[in-house]
């Protein structure tokens, strides 16, 4: 029977589930660690005690049987058995001895030939095994086949001829270890069962110890839940472990961290909202009163269409310096940077702005200290200085002065813009960078902006990894430093 293609996706999905869910989780992996810890000694410890049952078992049978061996070869000796083995007291010991033990005694003498065979297979025929040569030596042997399961001893008959040994013969004991083995496989069997019944209760410990310890992590999980669904709820704090509570401190801080952008988000909606209608009022307020009225005269239509053309003109601003940090914004990633004469770019600067200051008799003063390069993005640096030096035209009094400075050290460049104007009280200070901030709303009447400029020239100046700061006397003048590395830092 083939699988139909949507049956195979149901077993595939299946099987990511098991992987994503099981394999993954913690839990599982808590338990399983839990029975690896616990089975591995378990495992070597039954080995041991196994191996150790099975040396100790084949030793005492190693002593016993080579104790039986010297006694009966000392009676096979003294009772001259290998001329002629026919004793019956002799032969009823050697079957009761062979069965006993479970075993085959072969009793061979001087010529190799074999006087005795409990299983009277091989009597009479000759046997050269290396045991049997070695034995003959005057070595007794022994051997174990844990394989095969049996064990093989071969004792020296020994007769003292002239106060000297002469072996005589040889007894060679095979028997089963058959007996062992069964105790071996039934100790191994108990064992087993206990190693499952431990394994059992690891398992299920095993699990309660896995829940234990992922609760605080379910815990983070569900408080993030509720947390995400708005800026209101408690803060996280899952204290159970060092690491939850690191966990929840980082996300209460990343937490803050968007309220605080949410808000200024809204903020700068809001602001956009108002400060883009508020030309349009005018204008429809001006429009409709042109409207109202009949028969307008000529003087009062053309004034009012100069003010409808300035707020076209301020509305024009507003978007046009919305855009550029909209673009500064949205590009601060991939400035375009190159080398560039920071002297020539001020200068440019200077040259386009001296005829509006010259229009208040402001003297626009540029001194600079040595030649620059530095790695920039051109259009966007512009932007930032031509603020600050518009900012410093605009807020300067009839007859005042602007001094532009330039300087560099072997990191940074420092372009400096200083004025004689109204300067910035000092409690406005901390908001002139914010979007949309204007100093005070009387005199930001009578002198137009947007109150975008300096955010502009701070978002451009920060993009380029600089700083900018300001220094400010009320009624005496302002000095805006801005420091900038010379080579750019990505
Ligand atoms: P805008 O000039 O369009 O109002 P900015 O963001 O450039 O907006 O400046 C914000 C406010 O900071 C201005 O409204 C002004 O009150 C104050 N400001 C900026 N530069 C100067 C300066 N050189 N001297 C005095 N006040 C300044």
């Known amino acids: 029977m083939y699988l139909q293609s949507g049956e195979w996706v149901t077993i595939l999905k299946g099987k990511f589930k098991f992987k994503d869910k099981v394999l993954k989780s913690l839990r599982f992996q808590i338990v399983v660690l839990l029975i690896l810890v616990s089975s591995i000694p378990c495992f070597v410890v039954k080995e041991m005690i196994l191996q150790k049952y099975e040396d100790r078992a084949v030793s005492w049978r190693t002593a016993e049987i080579q104790n039986q061996c010297t006694i009966l070869c000392n009676q096979l000796g003294s ?56 034995c003959f030596s005057g070595t007794a042997t022994n051997y174990y086949d844990a394989q095969n399961r049996y064990m093989e001893f071969t004792t020296p008959i020994v007769e003292k001829i002239d106060g000297k040994n002469h072996v005589k013969g040889v007894v060679l004991f095979s028997i089963s270890t058959d007996v062992i083995h ?181 003297e626009l003063v540029f001194e600079s200290f040595r030649p620059v390069n530095a790695e920039v993005d051109e259009v966007k640096l512009s932007l930032a200085i031509s603020n600050l030096v518009e900012n410093a035209i605009k807020y300067n009094k009839e007859n005042g002065w602007v001094q532009v400075s330039l300087n560099a050290d072997h990191k940074y460049f420092y372009v400096k813009v200083a004025d004689s104007g109204m300067g910035i009280p000092q409690e406005s200070l901390d908001h002139i960078f914010e979007r949309f901030y204007r100093v005070d709303k009387s005199h930001s009447k009578e002198i137009s902006g947007t109150g975008l400029g300096l955010a502009i020239a701070r978002n451009a100046i920060i993009t380029h990894r600089g700083a900018i700061k300001v220094h400010s006397e009320e009624g005496e003048g302002t000095t805006f430093t801005v420091r900038v590395p010379l080579n750019y830092i990505s």
């Open 182 to 362: 069964e105790t071996l496989s039934e100790l191994e069997t108990k064992a087993n069962l206990v190693f499952s019944a431990l394994m059992l209760v690891v398992i299920v410990a095993g699990l309660f110890v896995a829940n234990l310890m992922v609760k605080p992590f379910e815990k983070i999980a569900h408080s993030i839940e509720d947390i995400t669904e708005g800026y209101d709820s408690d803060k996280l704090n899952v204290s159970d472990y060092t690491e939850t509570l690191a966990i929840s401190e980082a996300f209460n801080k990343m937490r803050d961290r968007m309220k605080v952008l949410d808000d200024s988000r809204q903020e700068f909606v809001s602001n956009v909202s108002h400060e883009l209608k508020t030309p349009l009022t005018s204008m429809k307020v001006l429009a409709d009163s042109l409207l109202a009225q009949e028969d307008v005269p000529v003087e009062l239509y053309k004034e009012f269409m100069g003010d409808i053309t300035e707020e076209i003109e301020r509305e024009n601003n507003i978007i046009n310096d919305l855009l550029s940090l909209v673009k500064m914004d949205r590009t601060s990633a991939d400035l375009n940077v190159k080398s560039e004469n920071i002297n020539e770019l001020v200068e440019r600067i200077l040259k386009r702005l001296r005829p509006i200051a010259a229009l208040r008799n402001i």
């Open 79 to 134: 009772s001259n058995y290998l001329k002629e083995p026919i004793s019956e007291v002799l032969n009823a010991e050697l079957s009761q001895l062979s069965s006993v033990y479970d075993g085959r005694i072969m009793v061979i003498d001087e010529e190799y030939h074999i006087v005795k065979d409990t299983f009277g297979i091989e009597t009479g025929k000759t046997i050269i095994a290396p045991d049997v040569i070695t």
